[in-house]
């Protein structure tokens, strides 16, 4: 079975540049995060998605980061524009909604620089 | 507010000897707790959890993990490491009754020297 999937590894852009990235979960999980992780720093929650549904984004900043999961499936977090301060290590994880606790796996994560 | 510590960001030992990685969280919930492992470059491997029973938990590889309710600690033990246990740390939290939201420490870098 194929883990969670990130494209790409690696970004380095400039500020004010827009980035993407993308995230293919594990076959049949129907829930999906992003988490942000900041060098020496424990990954926090920036959104999580229910199918189709952003169920809890709270976390999110809205000015510049939107999240997309059309289909339910893949699932794409953009910035627009990036600041020096989104430099960080962006994860994906997945999970199947039965049983309780669902438990989160987890992709390699995007290393974003930002100069 | 909800937190989990780990209180030490970096701990050295050598080969072959025991190591002890602190976790404590703040909760007026219950809660469900995790050690997951981040070795460089890859994502987080979930290590072990406590979801209910046993207070004393195992992973096929070693480390074990005892769940303190009155402490509110979750110590992850191992006691011989190797080489190949080093890697990041991280604590995780789940409260019972809330979202799946997953609350984690800062991590623990344990490096193992020959």
């Known amino acids: 079975e194929a883990g969670v999937v990130q494209s790409p590894r690696y970004k380095i852009i400039e500020k004010k540049q827009p980035v993407a990235f993308w995230c293919n979960p594990i076959?049949?999980?129907?829930?999906l995060y992003w988490y942000l992780q900041n060098l020496g720093q424990g990954p926090e929650l920036l959104i999580r998605?229910?199918?189709?549904?952003?169920?809890?984004d709270s976390q999110l900043p809205k000015d510049r980061f939107s999240a997309e999961r059309l289909k339910g499936v893949d699932s794409t977090l953009k910035i627009q524009p990036a600041e020096l301060g989104d430099s960080a290590v962006y994860l994906c994880?997945?999970?199947?909604?039965?049983?309780?606790?669902?438990?989160?796996?987890f992709g390699p994560g995007t290393r974003l620089t930002v100069t | 507010a909800q937190s989990v510590t780990q209180l030490d960001s970096q701990v050295p030992v050598f080969e072959e000897a025991p190591v002890e990685l602190r976790c404590n969280y703040s909760s007026s919930v219950s809660v469900y707790l995790f050690w997951y492992v981040q070795y460089p470059n890859q994502g987080l491997q979930l290590l072990l959890k406590y979801l209910s029973g046993s207070t004393l938990v195992k992973s096929i590889n070693g480390f074990e993990a005892e769940f303190n309710k009155s402490q509110t600690s979750f110590h992850l033990r191992k006691p011989s490491v190797h080489i190949s246990d080093t890697a990041e740390y991280f604590c995780?939290?789940?409260?019972?009754?809330?979202?799946?939201?997953?609350?984690f420490g800062k991590g623990t870098k344990l490096t193992v020297n020959p």
């Open positions: 994880a997945s999970s199947h909604n039965q049983g309780h606790p669902y438990e989160q796996y």
């Open positions: 998605y229910e199918n189709e549904e952003a169920v809890d």
């Open positions: 076959s049949g999980h129907n829930t």
């Open positions: 995780a939290v789940q409260y019972q009754g809330g979202s799946e939201k997953l609350v």
